[in-house]
């Protein structure tokens, strides 16, 4: 989102007022200002303002998902993806907790998914002929790295219900409250998309040993936005 920024108005500590916007479209003088203060996520200045860049709405849209047995062979589509040089419209990746969640809290309530790693993408192009290009080749990654099933479809109705799912999720893990007073945590950060795995699998083994040393019943769901070079991964835990 950082690179949709265009610039800011925004207010230091000192009271003083910057605009960010008054420069060439390409330069190499000075520091990039916008991007210093949108990396310091309010630390060095209040913004008041930002003008953001418009993005065409995506023609021949399509929306999918994909089943796997491990969270690891969700990830290797996607490293398999990237270095292929391809770039979807999105790209989610959700463990098989979080997709207990969506069914737990019926916030998807057309369909029942399973259980399992699942990643969510949607794929658009200006022509057909690249849509269809691009779905292939999910396809057959999807099979070459293990997918128990995969599916693509343009039906509004059907692309509503799945994108849904990906949308409710947030809100799905509170449905796993067994009571009113029981805490919702949420964690991010953003790791190399190789290390991904790596790190769902941590987090569960550490809230399972805080689980059992404190003889409590916690529940950890984990999902990241995965399409971008680097994952930025959310842990909400029960």
């Known amino acids: ?18 605009k960010t916007h008054h420069r060439p479209r390409k330069t190499s003088a000075g520091y990039d200002l916008t991007h210093l203060v949108i990396g310091s996520e309010g630390t060095l200045a ?9 993005a065409p709405i995506p023609r021949n849209l399509h929306v999918g998902l994909a089943t796997f047995k491990t969270f690891q062979e969700g990830v290797d589509v996607v490293v398999s993806l990237q270095k292929l040089g391809h770039r979807l419209e999105a790209l989610e990746l959700a463990d098989g907790p979080q997709m207990t969640c969506v069914n737990v809290s ?22 057909v002929r690249i849509v269809q290009d691009q779905m292939a080749i999910m396809q057959e990654l999807c099979r070459t790295h293990g997918a128990s099933s995969v599916e693509i479809t343009h039906r509004q109705d059907e692309m509503d219900v799945i994108w849904g799912a990906r949308k409710c999720m947030g809100t799905a893990l509170l449905a796993m409250k067994n009571k009113p007073t029981d805490l919702f945590l949420h964690s991010d950060c953003a790791v190399p998309i ?42 909400n835990c029960m």
């Open 106 to 127: 019926g916030l998807a309530p057309k369909r029942l998914f399973e259980e399992v790693p699942t990643l969510f993408f949607k794929i658009a192009g200006p022509t």
């Open 46 to 54: 209040l913004v008041t303002e930002a003008v953001l860049r418009l």
């Open 194 to 235: 190789s290390n991904l795995a790596s790190l769902v699998a941590g987090t569960q083994d550490l809230i399972a040993k805080a689980s059992a040393a404190d003889q409590a019943d916690w529940f950890c769901a984990n999902v990241g936005h995965i399409g971008d070079g680097k994952t930025y991964h959310y842990t």
């Open 1 to 18: 989102m950082a690179s949709n920024v265009i610039s800011l108005t925004l207010v230091l500590a000192s009271g003083i007022i910057i």
